[in-house]
T-cell receptor, first 114, second 110 residues
Framework: NAGVTQTPKFRILKIGQSMTLQCTQD?????MYWYRQDPGMGLKLIYY???????DKGEVPNGYNVSRSTTEDFPLRLELAAPSQTSVYFC?????????????FGPGTRLTVT | TQLLEQSPQFLSIQEGENLTVYCNSS?????LQWYRQEPGEGPVLLVT?????EVKKLKRLTFQFGDARKDSSLHITAAQPGDTGLYLC??????????FGGGTRLMVKP
Protein backbone atom coordinates (compact mmCIF):
# COMPACT_ATOMS: atom_id res chain seq x y z
CA ASN A 1 0.00 0.00 0.00
CA ALA A 2 1.25 3.48 -0.88
CA GLY A 3 -0.71 5.08 2.01
CA VAL A 4 -0.85 8.88 1.67
CA THR A 5 1.08 10.40 -1.23
CA GLN A 6 1.75 14.08 -1.79
CA THR A 7 3.13 15.96 -4.78
CA PRO A 8 5.27 17.92 -5.27
CA LYS A 9 7.88 17.38 -2.54
CA PHE A 10 9.36 20.86 -2.96
CA ARG A 11 8.16 24.04 -4.65
CA ILE A 12 9.26 27.65 -4.84
CA LEU A 13 6.59 30.21 -5.71
CA LYS A 14 6.76 33.90 -6.39
CA ILE A 15 4.40 36.20 -4.50
CA GLY A 16 0.99 36.23 -6.17
CA GLN A 17 1.39 32.92 -8.00
CA SER A 18 -1.05 30.05 -7.57
CA MET A 19 -0.56 26.34 -7.17
CA THR A 20 -2.29 23.14 -6.15
CA LEU A 21 -0.81 20.66 -3.71
CA GLN A 22 -1.96 17.16 -4.54
CA CYS A 23 -2.87 14.49 -1.97
CA THR A 24 -4.07 10.95 -2.60
CA GLN A 25 -4.75 8.09 -0.22
CA ASP A 26 -5.41 4.47 -1.13
CA UNK A 27 -6.74 3.25 2.25
CA UNK A 28 -10.41 4.10 1.57
CA UNK A 29 -10.36 6.52 4.51
CA UNK A 30 -13.34 8.80 5.00
CA UNK A 31 -11.51 11.64 6.75
CA MET A 32 -8.77 13.71 5.16
CA TYR A 33 -6.86 16.73 6.45
CA TRP A 34 -4.43 19.44 5.45
CA TYR A 35 -1.98 20.78 8.02
CA ARG A 36 0.85 23.26 7.86
CA GLN A 37 3.95 23.07 10.02
CA ASP A 38 6.14 26.12 10.47
CA PRO A 39 9.81 25.64 11.47
CA GLY A 40 10.16 24.15 14.94
CA MET A 41 6.43 24.23 15.52
CA GLY A 42 3.52 21.86 15.78
CA LEU A 43 0.86 21.32 13.13
CA LYS A 44 -2.04 23.65 12.44
CA LEU A 45 -5.18 22.38 10.71
CA ILE A 46 -6.03 24.24 7.49
CA TYR A 47 -9.03 22.29 6.12
CA TYR A 48 -10.55 18.89 6.62
CA UNK A 49 -13.09 16.63 4.97
CA UNK A 50 -15.24 13.88 6.49
CA UNK A 51 -16.20 12.42 3.13
CA UNK A 52 -16.47 13.07 -0.58
CA UNK A 53 -18.28 16.34 -1.26
CA UNK A 54 -17.88 17.62 2.32
CA UNK A 55 -15.19 20.06 3.43
CA ASP A 56 -14.80 22.35 6.42
CA LYS A 57 -12.42 25.00 7.70
CA GLY A 58 -9.81 24.30 10.30
CA GLU A 59 -7.81 26.71 12.44
CA VAL A 60 -5.97 28.58 9.64
CA PRO A 61 -8.02 28.44 6.39
CA ASN A 62 -7.38 31.95 5.04
CA GLY A 63 -5.59 31.97 1.68
CA TYR A 64 -6.42 28.33 0.91
CA ASN A 65 -9.19 26.34 -0.75
CA VAL A 66 -9.93 22.63 -0.98
CA SER A 67 -12.23 20.24 -2.78
CA ARG A 68 -13.09 16.57 -2.23
CA SER A 69 -14.70 15.14 -5.34
CA THR A 70 -13.55 11.57 -4.63
CA THR A 71 -12.72 9.56 -1.51
CA GLU A 72 -9.09 9.25 -2.61
CA ASP A 73 -8.13 12.83 -3.50
CA PHE A 74 -8.00 16.02 -1.44
CA PRO A 75 -6.13 18.81 -3.27
CA LEU A 76 -5.18 22.08 -1.55
CA ARG A 77 -5.24 25.26 -3.62
CA LEU A 78 -3.22 28.40 -2.92
CA GLU A 79 -4.64 31.24 -5.04
CA LEU A 80 -2.37 34.23 -4.34
CA ALA A 81 0.79 33.02 -2.66
CA ALA A 82 2.18 35.17 0.16
CA PRO A 83 5.47 34.85 2.10
CA SER A 84 3.42 33.93 5.19
CA GLN A 85 2.46 30.71 3.41
CA THR A 86 6.05 29.50 3.40
CA SER A 87 5.77 26.26 5.36
CA VAL A 88 5.74 22.48 5.16
CA TYR A 89 2.32 21.13 4.23
CA PHE A 90 1.13 17.72 5.36
CA CYS A 91 -1.86 15.82 4.13
CA UNK A 92 -3.30 13.11 6.36
CA UNK A 93 -6.17 10.66 6.42
CA UNK A 94 -8.00 8.54 8.97
CA UNK A 95 -10.75 5.97 8.78
CA UNK A 96 -12.98 7.96 11.14
CA UNK A 97 -12.71 10.39 14.09
CA UNK A 98 -9.10 11.61 14.35
CA UNK A 99 -9.15 11.47 18.14
CA UNK A 100 -9.75 7.73 18.21
CA UNK A 101 -8.46 6.52 14.87
CA UNK A 102 -4.88 6.83 13.69
CA UNK A 103 -4.08 9.62 11.30
CA UNK A 104 -1.71 8.58 8.52
CA PHE A 105 0.44 11.40 7.22
CA GLY A 106 2.03 11.92 3.84
CA PRO A 107 5.71 12.88 3.49
CA GLY A 108 4.96 16.60 3.17
CA THR A 109 5.42 19.38 0.62
CA ARG A 110 8.00 22.05 1.42
CA LEU A 111 6.79 25.36 -0.02
CA THR A 112 8.78 28.58 -0.18
CA VAL A 113 7.16 31.84 -1.30
CA THR A 114 9.57 34.62 -2.24
CA THR B 1 -9.24 28.02 20.77
CA GLN B 2 -7.84 25.05 22.64
CA LEU B 3 -4.11 25.26 23.32
CA LEU B 4 -1.64 22.53 24.17
CA GLU B 5 1.72 23.52 25.61
CA GLN B 6 4.61 21.11 25.52
CA SER B 7 7.69 21.27 27.69
CA PRO B 8 10.54 21.27 27.34
CA GLN B 9 10.83 22.54 23.78
CA PHE B 10 14.31 21.07 23.38
CA LEU B 11 16.05 18.25 25.21
CA SER B 12 19.56 16.94 24.62
CA ILE B 13 20.60 13.96 26.71
CA GLN B 14 23.13 11.13 26.76
CA GLU B 15 22.23 7.59 25.81
CA GLY B 16 20.91 5.68 28.80
CA GLU B 17 19.33 8.64 30.59
CA ASN B 18 15.64 8.90 31.43
CA LEU B 19 13.43 11.80 30.41
CA THR B 20 9.88 13.09 30.69
CA VAL B 21 8.02 15.32 28.25
CA TYR B 22 4.91 17.19 29.36
CA CYS B 23 1.80 18.28 27.49
CA ASN B 24 -0.52 20.69 29.33
CA SER B 25 -3.76 22.51 28.64
CA SER B 26 -6.52 24.34 30.45
CA UNK B 27 -9.03 22.52 28.21
CA UNK B 28 -10.47 19.05 28.59
CA UNK B 29 -9.82 16.63 25.74
CA UNK B 30 -11.82 13.53 24.88
CA UNK B 31 -8.60 11.77 23.92
CA LEU B 32 -4.93 12.56 23.52
CA GLN B 33 -2.41 11.20 21.08
CA TRP B 34 1.38 11.25 20.95
CA TYR B 35 3.24 11.31 17.64
CA ARG B 36 6.91 11.07 16.71
CA GLN B 37 8.25 12.87 13.67
CA GLU B 38 11.63 12.38 12.01
CA PRO B 39 13.24 15.01 9.75
CA GLY B 40 11.68 15.15 6.29
CA GLU B 41 8.80 12.87 7.20
CA GLY B 42 5.26 13.11 8.48
CA PRO B 43 4.34 12.34 12.10
CA VAL B 44 3.70 8.73 13.09
CA LEU B 45 1.25 7.82 15.82
CA LEU B 46 2.75 6.28 18.99
CA VAL B 47 -0.29 5.99 21.25
CA THR B 48 -3.84 7.15 21.95
CA UNK B 49 -5.08 7.59 25.53
CA UNK B 50 -8.77 8.04 26.21
CA UNK B 51 -9.56 7.55 29.89
CA UNK B 52 -8.49 9.97 32.64
CA UNK B 53 -5.61 8.45 34.60
CA GLU B 54 -4.86 5.94 31.86
CA VAL B 55 -1.30 4.67 31.57
CA LYS B 56 0.00 2.94 28.46
CA LYS B 57 3.41 1.41 27.89
CA LEU B 58 5.16 0.92 24.59
CA LYS B 59 8.49 -0.82 25.28
CA ARG B 60 10.60 1.88 26.99
CA LEU B 61 7.96 4.59 26.54
CA THR B 62 5.27 5.23 29.17
CA PHE B 63 2.34 7.52 28.42
CA GLN B 64 -0.03 8.91 31.02
CA PHE B 65 -3.29 10.85 30.61
CA GLY B 66 -4.12 13.18 33.48
CA ASP B 67 -7.09 12.40 35.72
CA ALA B 68 -8.90 15.52 34.50
CA ARG B 69 -7.98 14.80 30.85
CA LYS B 70 -6.23 18.16 30.53
CA ASP B 71 -2.63 16.99 30.50
CA SER B 72 -0.38 14.12 29.55
CA SER B 73 3.19 12.98 29.93
CA LEU B 74 5.61 10.81 28.00
CA HIS B 75 8.42 9.13 29.90
CA ILE B 76 11.31 7.42 28.13
CA THR B 77 13.49 5.02 30.09
CA ALA B 78 17.12 4.46 29.08
CA ALA B 79 16.93 6.65 25.97
CA GLN B 80 18.67 5.46 22.82
CA PRO B 81 19.91 7.43 19.78
CA GLY B 82 17.03 5.93 17.81
CA ASP B 83 14.62 7.86 20.05
CA THR B 84 15.86 11.14 18.55
CA GLY B 85 13.08 13.11 16.90
CA LEU B 86 10.25 15.58 17.38
CA TYR B 87 7.56 14.43 19.80
CA LEU B 88 4.11 15.94 19.36
CA CYS B 89 1.07 15.65 21.55
CA UNK B 90 -2.39 16.21 20.05
CA UNK B 91 -5.72 16.50 21.83
CA UNK B 92 -9.16 15.82 20.40
CA UNK B 93 -11.59 18.55 21.40
CA UNK B 94 -14.39 20.53 19.77
CA UNK B 95 -15.57 18.84 16.58
CA UNK B 96 -13.24 15.99 17.41
CA UNK B 97 -10.46 17.56 15.35
CA UNK B 98 -6.95 17.44 16.75
CA UNK B 99 -5.08 20.36 18.30
CA PHE B 100 -1.32 19.83 18.24
CA GLY B 101 1.20 21.03 20.76
CA GLY B 102 4.33 22.87 19.66
CA GLY B 103 6.51 19.78 19.98
CA THR B 104 9.54 18.64 21.96
CA ARG B 105 12.71 18.14 19.98
CA LEU B 106 14.73 15.31 21.55
CA MET B 107 18.34 14.51 20.75
CA VAL B 108 19.94 11.44 22.31
CA LYS B 109 23.72 11.42 21.98
CA PRO B 110 25.63 8.13 21.92
Amino acid sequence: NAGVTQTPKFRILKIGQSMTLQCTQDMNHNYMYWYRQDPGMGLKLIYYSVGAGITDKGEVPNGYNVSRSTTEDFPLRLELAAPSQTSVYFCASSLRDPGLYEQYFGPGTRLTVT
Amino acid sequence: TQLLEQSPQFLSIQEGENLTVYCNSSSVFSSLQWYRQEPGEGPVLLVTVVTGGEVKKLKRLTFQFGDARKDSSLHITAAQPGDTGLYLCAGAGAGNMLTFGGGTRLMVKP
